[in-house]
């Protein structure tokens, strides 16, 4: 099934275009769209032809960090239904998890992933696995504009502790260390990192039976979708998580999923990744989660991701942040005696 984008993604990005002053209306007549169109709340667009979209926005306008000023150019009402009900949660936790599950109606070969191992949480974004990778400009659009509804929901600007970009870094930097606080390219995943406190903050104008109303709602638009079921790489990776402290070996895992060794690597290698990739993965996200619970010492949470020695789990961690554990440590001490982020 192919991966669609909602045109409604697309508005923000529009409307930065024509405060330029560029050629709004020639940029979506391409796929034979008008600035009406980007009204019509049931019209979705191919990934490729929204990808494409996007890298001509960066050339028209010639910014390489038009989804930063884009997520700027954002309008309460742009993202509809899901816009309204994060709006409505209690607190920037239950907003962020909210729009995870919801994030389909925007664009539904993408997903984020609400990890929490306090005193730090991390938003991850995966892409499916037969999908091309997102523009990189789509990428920070997204965490941009989260940010931008964080900011109105909690009456003041809101900054994470740091954004971790897979895609290479620009020449200016400029822009994303000030939409970001710091910003981390050539990274393993797409990832944005909070305080875990953070996610505790009130918004303002949370309405539960308005909150129950909208939910309903969405869930009711994310049916129509008719979205696939999870991949074999996302059955792969939750059996991976599951299997972590024994190893997480292939042949555990192929077990746990009731396929041949054989079958598990050729049906990974269909989907573009492999059992080797997505250990790697799985481990990342735990190793820094867990480097933050000061309880734990860092021999225990090699053990925990199944290295048979700490050096191992030493030498992976540098491979993975170009710091040691105990870096990482204290940065996430640092952050949760200081700044918050969010």
Not at 23 to 43: C, I, M, N, P, Y
Not at 99 to 124: C, M, T
Not at 229 to 234: G, L, R, W
Not at 274 to 301: C, K, P
Request: glycine residues 6%; positive net charge.
């Amino acid at each position: 099934m192919r991966a669609t984008c909602s045109v409604q993604v697309l508005r923000p990005f529009a409307r930065y275009l024509a405060r330029l002053g560029r050629d709004r209306d020639s940029w979506l007549a391409r796929f034979g769209l008008t600035a009406a169109a980007l009204d019509e709340r049931d019209r979705r667009l191919p990934h490729a032809h929204a990808m494409a979209l996007l890298r001509d926005a960066v050339v028209l306008s010639g910014d390489r960090a038009i989804g930063l000023r884009a997520a700027r150019c954002e309008e309460p009402g742009d993202f509809d239904v899901m816009q309204y009900a994060t709006a409505n949660c209690a607190s920037v936790g239950e907003a962020l998890q909210l729009a995870a599950r919801l994030l389909a109606l925007a664009h539904d070969g993408i997903a984020l992933e609400l990890s929490v191992a306090p005193p730090l949480a991390v938003l991850q974004l995966r892409v499916r696995s037969d999908l091309a990778p997102p523009e990189p400009v789509a990428i920070e659009f997204l965490f941009a504009v989260l940010l931008a509804y964080g900011s109105r929901s909690v009456g003041h600007p809101t900054r994470p502790l740091r954004v971790e970009l897979a895609h290479p870094a620009p020449l200016d930097r400029g822009p994303y260390e000030e939409a970001f606080r710091e910003a981390r390219f050539g990274a393993a995943a797409n990832a944005m990192w909070v305080s875990a406190a953070a996610l505790e903050r009130p918004y303002r104008a949370s309405d539960r039976s308005l909150l129950q109303i909208l939910t309903r709602h969405a869930d009711g638009l994310l049916q129509q979708l008719a979205l696939p079921v999870a991949s074999f790489a996302d059955r792969t990776r939750a059996a991976i998580t599951e299997t972590l402290s024994a190893g997480a070996g292939a042949e555990r895992v192929a077990r746990r999923l009731a396929v041949s060794l054989r079958t598990l690597h050729r049906r990974l290698a269909e989907e573009g990744t492999s059992h080797g990739h997505l250990v790697d993965e799985v481990r990342r996200t735990q190793a820094m989660l867990h480097l933050g619970n000061s309880q734990l010492s860092i021999a225990e949470i090699a053990a925990m991701l199944g290295f048979a020695h700490p050096n191992g789990f030493h030498k992976a961690f540098k491979r993975w942040t170009h710091m040691t554990p105990a870096q990482y440590r204290e940065c996430a001490a640092t952050a949760q005696r200081g700044s918050l982020g969010l």
